[in-house]
């Protein structure tokens, strides 16, 4: 029986064969996990009407699930390294099962919420521990490889979700698009269980009980205000109470971390420029790519008119495209050779590109979008391994389960942000351009179906401009964050 510190080493110790096995479970683990934030979009109108479900019920079993898993991927990280990885990752898979069973079998929205929620908490596990083992398992080259390969497994989740749901709903019933998630975990759970070896942070330490209560309420109370924010109003009472104080016990949080002994989250990490400018390049760039790929899915569901599962399938050459880099691994060969920082400026450069191409240059046929998606993915192949790296690449490796969450968390909370700000352009954009007798409806569905005949037009019109203004301030984004974290990361390397 290997004792903790042997089993925290990573890698050359696991056959060459079994390490890629082990990635295998890993990223299967992981696509799971992301398809399941995008795999309910397709489902909405059948949860309406069979659960009798209203808009809020909805957004609830839709963010439940989020929401749960970013506030506890700072918790779960930790919980890895003090724990056993593997323990983790079994962990998170029994309960991700668990939770997918119940939503399945749920007769009622409170049920289906409940059972989200019960998701979110295995899908936190389970982003922090797949990542962490992957980190043991691999050195070297090939560790590069693997974090490109798992990076681009969620991006083939981010896109596949709406098709895959689509397809399910079309043969059967709503509650298959849970249930089929049972007999794939039950497939990692055994593979796991047989391939993939102990590891733990040696040093271990007494449970941060107070990090884990403070880190988890303040981070659910800002994201439930970032999610919540357009719809109730960013000045509604209860979305600046819960951005407040979560605030508030994040800076708590902070307190407490630099005055315990074994702190989940070692503030020291903070005073490494290099660690600064990886976690500042999370939030930067998945602000950017996550709220700009959000524009484009209602660009071709409300302006090209396909519905969601369609829209979905239409973006899965971006998914794939970054999966197939990966696989060849033309990506690391690429990173390797530009440097992390060169990887992750190319990156957003040509995924700004793509999509600047997507938006001002309209075509009836498929040729533009497919041209746009491809320099898209291949800017996204670059750009998310390389940043997933700099972020792990900072730390000690025995704290690769706390990497994992951080990487983890200020990915949820960029990308919560870029929906939210790039959504509230789109908005404001489309309000300023509505027909006046339309105009407090409030979204584009809402004001299409109470404009008349001669109205319907103009709205759309004035949609479709609107999106553009959007996609337009997206694409800059993402070239302004991904130049900043690239310049903040050669800052760094040229002062250590």
Not at 34 to 48: C, M
Not at 185 to 193: D, R, Y
Not at 238 to 247: D, P, Y
Not at 414 to 422: E, M, T
Request: charged content about 10%; some cysteine.
């Amino acid at each position: 029986m290997t004792t903790a510190l042997s089993a925290a080493r990573p890698g050359p110790a696991t056959p060459l064969r079994s390490r890629w096995l082990i990635l295998a479970v890993l990223c299967l683990a992981q696509l799971t996990v992301v398809l399941d934030n995008t795999v309910l979009t397709v489902a909405v109108p059948v949860l309406t009407t069979e659960l009798d479900a209203s808009t809020t019920d909805i957004q609830w079993m839709i963010n439940a699930y989020a929401l749960v898993q970013c506030g506890l991927l700072l918790t779960a990280g930790s919980a890895a390294d003090r724990y056993g990885r593997r323990r983790m990752l079994v962990a998170g898979l029994v309960l991700f099962g668990v939770g997918s069973l119940a939503a399945g079998l749920a007769r009622s929205g409170d049920q289906l919420i409940a059972a989200r929620a019960g998701m979110g908490v295995g899908g936190a596990l389970l982003v922090t521990a797949t990542l962490a083992v992957a980190m043991q398992v691999f050195d070297g080259a090939e560790r590069s490889r693997a974090i490109g390969i798992w990076a681009a497994t969620s991006a083939l989740g981010y896109a596949a979700g709406p098709p895959i749901g689509g397809i399910i709903l079309a043969h059967l019933p709503w509650g298959a698009i849970f249930l089929v998630n049972v007999p794939i975990v039950l497939v990692c759970l055994a593979a796991g269980l047989t391939l993939v070896p102990e590891s733990r942070d040696p040093v271990g330490g007494r449970p941060d009980v107070g990090g884990v209560l403070l880190s988890t309420a303040g981070l659910t109370g800002v994201v439930w205000a970032i999610i919540d924010g357009p719809g109730r109003g960013w000045t509604a009472p209860a979305v600046l109470g819960a951005a407040g104080g979560g605030v508030l016990l994040l800076a708590a949080f902070v307190w407490w971390e630099r005055r315990i002994t074994a702190p989940m989250l070692d503030m020291h990490f903070f005073t490494d420029r290099r660690f600064v400018g990886a976690v500042t390049g999370v939030v930067l760039i998945t602000f950017g790519s996550t709220g700009a790929l959000f524009l484009l899915t209602q660009d071709l569901q409300f302006v090209r008119g396909y519905p969601a599962w369609e829209a979905g399938l239409r973006m899965v050459p971006f998914a794939l495209s970054i999966v197939l880099l990966n696989l060849g691994g033309v990506a690391t060969r690429l990173i390797r050779r530009l440097g992390v920082p060169g990887a992750i400026a190319l990156g957003m450069v040509l995924l700004s590109a793509g999509l600047t191409l997507v938006t001002h240059v309209r075509s009836d046929g498929y040729a533009v979008l497919l041209t746009g998606l491809l320099v898209m993915g291949f800017g996204c192949a670059l750009a998310n391994p390389a940043i997933v790296e700099a972020v792990m690449s900072s730390i000690p490796p025995a704290k690769a389960g706390v990497g994992a969450g951080i990487d983890g968390t200020m990915a949820e909370v960029g990308g919560s942000l870029g929906i939210a700000v790039l959504g509230a352009v789109l908005n404001a954009r489309f309000a300023a351009l509505v027909p006046v007798a339309v105009a407090g409806a409030g979204s584009y569905p809402a004001a299409l179906a109470a404009a008349d005949e001669t109205e319907r037009a103009q709205v759309t019109d004035a949609f479709a401009s609107a999106l553009v203004t959007g996609q337009t301030a997206g694409a800059v984004a993402v070239l302004a964050g991904g130049l900043l974290a690239a310049g903040l990361l050669r800052r760094a390397e040229r002062t250590r």
